[in-house]
């Protein structure tokens, strides 16, 4: 196969004795990952099957634990979800410095331990963020990380590729989201059957690592298995930025003999900033042919679109504006790393000038969870990966989803619009 991701499994360490042997013509292969990521809501709904199993985590030192979904807890319910969890992380061992710092995947990618040639699978559907740096990641259901805390492996079907080549130039107006919504229009929700989505970066200038970050968090919802980038300067660039060196990149890209199972080329020069419409991520238009409805909120932040280039882009559009009082503004930085650069930049004074209400780094309005959810009859414009009925609160709510540049021009105009009217 000689894919990319086919290359990472086979590099990942071989699992430990014990474990039941793979038929020969099985199309599944025991892998031991390099880290399990996990937070309080999926994590806390295994604790007690793995204690009615007698077992503990085998490798806690390879679990990347955070909070963030129930953080601070909004509810007596969530807040007894995290007591559980915290006594659990406590109990067996597993590293805490994670816990309260912001979201899993935010933080995932801000640590030294993610890089290129990992293999990372988690407890949540969006892992598949960590893509971007060259890694496998992908999510997997409670029974898959069950296993894997309990014997440190993980049985995995080697997904084919399909590769993604950009070409051209984008716009300054445009960003990952909408390369993201991009792809969801072409693939659809589930288009891309388990397939993973190999991303080659032939573009003029580079696609920045923000926007690759947002691109693979999003692969998951095109239904790929997992979205990796294929390392090039840009991920060395950024390694050094993060933690002072860069690997070497050797064998970390598809073979010659590559055996892909479709190839899309896409040049990003005519790409326009882009919504996805509310009930579904796939259902993709031009912003400036959105509703004229008025908007209720706009959100920026999840581990989709709260990184400090989407605080910064917003904070460009809003500079020297104020959205409209009965308006709410909800930004969420997507870890304390991010909160604390845009205080430093001075990104978060302009947003609270602009009217925004700044709220702490967790997972917060996306998902439903807290600080920011929707009334009936409210529409939502969210820099967030689903929009589905009930995502943010109530189900008679409508969410469109887009760039936090999209998202802060439409907060300035009161109704969904192109941010070119407002950034030329």
Avoid at 4 to 26: E, F, N, Q, V
Avoid at 187 to 215: K, N, Q
Wanted: glycine share 10%.
């Amino acid at each position: 196969m000689s894919t990319l991701t086919a290359r990472l499994l086979a590099r990942a360490p071989a699992p430990a004795d014990g474990l039941p042997k793979m038929p020969p013509d099985s199309a599944y292969r025991w892998v031991e990952p390099h880290l399990v990521l996990g937070h309080e809501a999926t994590i806390a709904l295994l604790i007690e099957r793995l204690r009615r199993a007698g077992k503990r985590i085998r490798y806690p030192e390879r679990c990347f634990f955070a909070a963030d979904h129930f953080t601070p807890p909004a509810t007596a319910e969530r807040a007894g979800i995290l007591k559980k969890y915290l006594e659990f992380v406590e109990d067996e061992g597993v590293p805490q410095r994670h816990l309260f710092q912001g979201i899993s995947h935010q933080l995932m990618v801000e640590d030294a331990r993610c890089l290129p040639g990992a293999v990372i699978v988690g407890a949540d559907s969006h892992t598949t963020m960590a893509g971007a740096l060259g890694a496998f990641a992908a999510g997997f259901g409670s029974t898959d990380i069950l296993a894997v805390l309990a014997t440190g492996a993980v049985a995995i079907r080697v997904p084919e590729a399909i590769r993604v080549r950009w070409t051209g130039a984008l716009h300054r107006a445009c960003s990952g989201k909408d390369l993201a919504l991009d792809l969801m229009r072409r693939f659809g929700e589930g288009g891309a059957a388990y397939r993973a989505l190999e991303f080659v970066d032939s573009t003029d200038s580079r696609i920045c690592m923000a926007d690759r970050l947002t691109v693979c968090n999003l692969a998951v919802d095109a239904g790929a298995k997992n979205g990796v980038v294929i390392p090039d300067e840009v991920t060395l660039d950024w390694l050094r930025a993060r933690d002072g060196h860069a690997p070497a990149l050797d064998g970390l890209g598809p073979g010659d003999d590559a055996d892909y199972a479709d190839t899309l080329d896409l040049d990003v020069t005519s790409l326009e900033p882009l919504v996805a419409r509310p009930g579904s991520p796939a259902d993709v238009i031009p912003a400036r042919e959105a509703s004229q409805e008025k908007l209720h909120q706009v959100f920026i932040g999840s581990c989709a679109g709260g990184r400090f280039e989407d605080l910064r882009d917003a904070a460009e559009v809003l500079r020297g504006h104020r959205v409209r009082p009965t308006l709410r503004l909800v930004v969420t930085p997507a870890s304390q790393a991010v909160y604390r650069r845009a205080v430093r930049e001075g990104v978060v004074e302009v947003l609270i000038e602009a009217g925004a209400m700044v709220t702490a780094s967790a997972c917060g309005a996306c998902g439903g969870i807290d600080k920011g959810l929707l009334a009936d009859g409210e529409v939502c414009i969210s820099t967030s990966n689903r929009n589905f009925r009930g995502r943010m609160g109530s189900t008679e709510a409508r969410i469109y989803l887009a760039s936090a540049r999209t998202a802060a021009a439409s907060a300035l105009a009161g109704r969904v619009v192109d941010p070119r009217e407002f950034t030329p």
